[in-house]
């Protein structure tokens, strides 16, 4: 594993049954990074995040994050350690303000803060995704898009050092994706490694520094966006073979 | 309107403190039970309100302070000084049973701990230290009912004094976080294994105190008063009809469900009715007001607003 990469991936398979959802997938995610991820509906990528995140455990295969192996762990414990996910379908606490919900990811996150310091971290989180004016209305009484900027608000209160954001453009108008990719563009100027799930695919090259392309859960591109974009194996799995 | 409301909560504490001045005997002792009843439903809704596991073996820990303080006092050790050891006691017993029982969620974690307080009830029905189904009474010339009472209302006003602390504490939404949505909960850093564990250590030794005082004040238990599935029952049924999750909750479900059970045991004709009148109403919150009095109060918002208005 190169020494600058802060998660590498080792031969990460994972089975359901006998659905093989990932095959043996290796990468290596340098720090300060945007990582793009992409591939056809179904071709592994939640599979390959909830594998990252602790809610999965792989079937077969090696996890290191900041060095360490980080197979198994629960997922609080992998939070604590500074690596966090978002949801595809977001999963707010619904019954709790906006700034509640980022509350309590600055509360037990891997920032751990307490009383004032917490409130700070969570009125500057509410500036940088733009929720400020939000900040006391009910989760569940969000639109999509707001849910969608208090997934990432919330995972961003937990101070990771890396964040995996699964398809957080999804659902979104266009004046909404422009602000989304400036906030991941500010998510990975303020030091913070950026692992991104992502269906528009002209979102993702844009902000990628790397790509890597899944499908039927074997990698089949890894690389600069340019390239990956012109590799005829992803042309094929996008468009099919003529 | 946030005085008002403080003040509402200094006479709620201080009323049954000055009450023995102005009240007879067969008051108090209503009161006393209130007390017990706002204890229990309050301890309970920590676990159960708060963090949303519905736990039906309740009864377990009252039983557990219970006995601790019988058992000890009738080796002569002092009442009163026994009622932290049972408290230890019955945490300890809820980490042992919490530990397999948390890794069920929604109904299955309910089912199981119907499971552990009946097998609870069963044990100490057979083994002889308890007394058997027949029971054991204190050791004579123990009895002071206004400490008892004292120490019910005081022990009642420190736990709807810690809820109310949790509540609003870093831990409170955690526990929040868990009855929202637990793996979200998980996913930011929210430890809910451990959240519900000290949750529910912290109100199995609230009830283990309450049952040491029932102890002291009751001078007689037995396996099929303080393990009785019913308890464990009218322990859940309080703070659904006042409202889940919420502080005065609890004490508004203590309230009406005292008030009918001392009304209930009083009309020979309806005493044992009061199961189906308890299944009556639960059904009713259940269908019309999951959040209890507490959702109804909430609904009545703009009809206050003109009220204040005008």
Avoid at chain 1, 219 to 228: L, M, N
Avoid at chain 2, 264 to 274: E, K
Wanted: net charge positive.
């Amino acid at each position: 594993m190169p020494p600058e990469a802060i998660l590498s991936a080792r031969a990460i398979s994972k089975r359901f049954g006998g659905l093989l959802a990932l095959a043996s997938v290796d990468f290596d995610v340098m720090r300060g990074d945007i990582f793009g991820i992409i591939g056809p509906n179904g071709a592994g990528k939640t599979t390959l995040f909830s594998c990252i995140a602790g809610a999965l455990s792989p079937t077969s295969g090696e996890i290191f994050f900041r060095g360490e192996r980080m197979n198994g762990l629960p997922n609080h414990t992998v939070v604590k350690r500074g690596m966090v996910r978002t949801h595809q379908i977001v999963r707010p606490f619904r019954q709790m303000t906006v700034a509640e919900n980022i509350s309590v990811a600055a509360h037990f996150g891997a920032g751990r803060r307490r009383g004032a310091d917490a409130d700070r971290s969570v009125r500057d989180i509410l500036e940088r995704t733009a929720l400020a004016p939000d900040a006391s209305a009910l989760a569940g009484a969000l639109t999509i898009g707001q849910l969608k900027r208090l997934e990432i608000a919330r995972a961003m209160a937990t101070e990771p050092q890396v964040i995996c954001l699964d398809e957080v453009m999804g659902g979104l108008n266009p004046a909404e994706i422009v602000g989304a990719m400036a906030l991941i563009r500010s998510i990975r100027d303020s030091g913070i490694t950026v692992l991104m799930i992502e269906h528009h695919v002209h979102a993702v090259a844009g902000l990628s520094n790397r790509i890597m392309v899944l499908n039927f859960g074997q990698k089949i591109a890894e690389g600069p966006p340019q390239q990956v974009m012109n590799d005829p194996a992803v042309i094929t799995a996008y468009l099919g073979a003529d | 309107m946030k005085w008002i409301r403080a003040v509402l909560w200094a006479a709620a504490a201080i009323l049954p403190l000055i009450a023995p001045l102005f009240l007879d005997r067969g008051m108090l002792n209503d009161l006393w039970q209130l007390a017990l009843a706002v204890i229990l439903a309050s301890a309970w809704n920590l676990l159960g309100g708060f963090a949303g596991q519905v736990s039906l073996g309740y009864s377990a820990f009252l039983g557990i302070g219970a006995y601790t303080t019988l058992l000890l006092s009738l080796k002569g050790v002092e009442p009163f000084l026994t009622l932290p050891l049972g408290a230890v006691l019955a945490a300890a017993f809820s980490i042992i049973i919490g530990l397999p029982a948390f890794r069920l969620r929604g109904p299955f974690f309910t089912i199981a701990t119907i499971g552990v307080a009946e097998a609870v009830r069963v044990c100490a029905s057979s083994v002889s230290f308890t007394g058997g189904s027949s029971g054991l009474r204190m050791p004579t010339g123990s009895f002071n009912f206004n400490l008892n009472y004292f120490s019910m209302v005081i022990l009642a006003i420190a736990v709807v004094a810690t809820a109310a602390y949790v509540k609003s504490s870093p831990f409170g939404h955690g526990l929040a976080a868990i009855k929202q949505d637990i793996d979200a909960a998980e996913g930011v850093g929210v430890n809910s294994n451990r959240f519900k564990l000290a949750a529910h250590a912290l109100s199995a030794a609230m009830v283990a105190l309450a049952g040491g005082l029932y102890a002291i004040n009751f001078q007689y238990i037995a396996p099929t008063s303080v393990f009785d599935f019913r308890l464990s029952l009218s322990i859940v049924l309080m703070p659904i009809l006042g409202g889940l999750g919420t502080v005065i909750g609890p004490i508004l479900g203590a309230l009406i469900f005292s008030t009918l059970q001392i009304k209930l045991l009083s009309i020979p004709l309806l005493r044992d009715s009061f199961l189906f009148i308890y299944g009556g109403l639960l059904i009713i919150v259940m269908l019309y007001e999951p959040d209890g009095i507490v959702g109804v109060w909430r609904r009545l918002a703009p009809v206050r607003r003109i009220f204040n208005a005008s």
